[in-house]
């Protein structure tokens, strides 16, 4: 018997010893590494998420969307807003069907671009029908803007397969008129092939002509 407590007393003592220890872990792991991680997943998710929210600024406000918008001016939109969201335009043409206003939106070196608004010259309100821009930084979620040639717009839009109108700008030179009547966009390219407009307007309807 007294062997037996004897052998016993030093186990006891030796498993004592051990979950002390195991204890002590678990105080460590939950009072000091739990909480560095929790700050850093914080810290990493509010970048994350600042990240994302530019990100969807930015397709909101630079993105062309055929049949709706480019930038933040969008088919169907009110005067008022349009006013309000882009300031006093720069120039304006008035006529018994429709209402052009344009803005000068950005300046790349020394080249000035527009971007504009025909709305439709109605009593009962006047809203866009037309929206277009001269600006490379507008682009399209698959990267066509003003610039791309036009090898890689019919690309893109495979529906376009032969300009639908030619004319002669202010310069005296030759513009083709490539327009997808059924998706509300429409590109104006110049004799080397390159975008110079870009329009989007209302679906099932025809790209018109920009007097200013």
Known sequence: MKFSTFCVLPI????????QKVKDQTIIK???IPKAVVGLSLA??????DSTNKLIAS???DTIFAGDKIAQLTINQSFDEALQIMGDPSAADTSKNNLLLQW????????QYLTTA???NKKDGKKIKQISTTSPSFKTPTMVSCGSTLAYIKIQYP???KATETFTNKEG???LVYDDIKEGIAFETNEEGKCVLVSVHVKGQKHIKIPL
């Not at 006891?12 to 979950?19: K, L, N, R, T």
């Not at 990493?44 to 998420?49: E, H, I, L, R, T």
């Not at 000068?104 to 080249?111: A, F």
Request: hydrophobic residues 35%; contains cysteine; aromatic residues 8%.
């Open 12 to 19: 006891c003592v030796f498993i004592f010893s051990c979950s």
């Open 30 to 32: 939950s009072d000091s």
């Open 44 to 49: 990493d998710s509010a970048k994350k998420a």
């Open 59 to 61: 397709l909101s406000t």
């Open 104 to 111: 000068k939106t950005n300046k790349i070196d020394t080249i």
């Open 118 to 120: 025909l709305f439709s």
């Open 159 to 161: 529906t376009i397969k």
């Open 173 to 175: 030179k030759t513009i």
